[in-house]
């Protein structure tokens, strides 16, 4: 019993701290909303994020399949979970360099902004996207770790939760300090060359990735308590 709570609490540790790419990326899309509309988009992306999750943990027999390979090119295995990775990755970068531009560039002239209500649809198909690609990795991950189905599912919700709690605190203080909307997309960007690696077989070991993320959120905060308006 005791190795399954355990098995559990790093299962839980460890999806919890995958759904942080989630999170940031949901607060990047939903911070162009207003209001009410962003937080919508938020429990709307994390909720579905959750289904994706609890329909593939059904359907466990096809997700293994995945991981078999489909074919080879210049010595290079795809298989499902590589293409699909190849793709998120690929989104995922696509998408943080054009909003990087776009915060950085311009913002500074002077553009019409789209009505929230026109836009919604949009933002969220894309936040569909990569839930999809995310819960893949995730649940494959889980596989991995744990064999007891139970464990999987109880795993996913008790993330979920500490995902919708968390969601609210990190979109606001992205929104307010728009320094850190940058090096947000910087780590989605980082994540993104890393889904694309491991799809090519080629994987970046997390822990260096979440420790150069977490070092240059330490060295944004430092300036930003340091560094005083004029």
């Known amino acids: ?21 989630n999170i940031i990326f949901i607060s990047i899309l939903s911070d162009k909303l207003h209001g009410n509309e962003r937080n919508k988009l938020r429990y709307w992306g994390i909720g579905l994020a959750m289904v994706m999750r609890l329909l593939l943990l059904a359907v466990l027999s096809w997700i293994l399949k995945l991981d078999q390979t489909l074919f080879t090119l210049f010595n290079i295995s ?9 793709g998120g990755g690929l989104f995922l970068l696509y998408k943080s ?7 950085s ?12 209500k ?15 690609v995310f819960s893949i990795d995730s649940i494959i991950t889980a596989v991995g770790m744990v064999n007891e189905l139970w464990v999987m599912y109880t795993a996913v919700i008790i993330t979920v939760i500490i995902m919708l709690i968390a969601s609210r605190p990190i979109s606001d203080f992205i929104h307010k300090h728009p320094s850190f909307k940058i090096l947000a997309l910087c780590f989605l960007m980082m994540i993104g060359v890393s889904l694309l690696a491991e799809g090519l077989q080629f994987k970046i070991p997390k822990g260096y990735i979440y420790f150069s993320m977490a070092f240059a959120f330490l060295v944004d905060v430092i300036q930003i308590k340091t560094v005083k308006p004029k």
């Open 1 to 21: 019993m005791s190795e399954t709570i355990v098995a559990l609490l790093s299962l839980i540790a460890l999806e919890v701290i995958l759904g942080i790419d």
């Open 78 to 86: 795809f298989s499902g979970k590589a293409l699909i990775l190849i």
């Open 97 to 103: 360099t054009r909003e990087i531009y776009h915060n």
């Open 105 to 116: 560039e311009i913002a500074a002239q002077e553009v019409p902004t789209v009505p929230a």
């Open 118 to 132: 026109a836009s919604f649809g949009k933002l969220l198909g894309e936040v569909i996207v990569l839930d999809l």
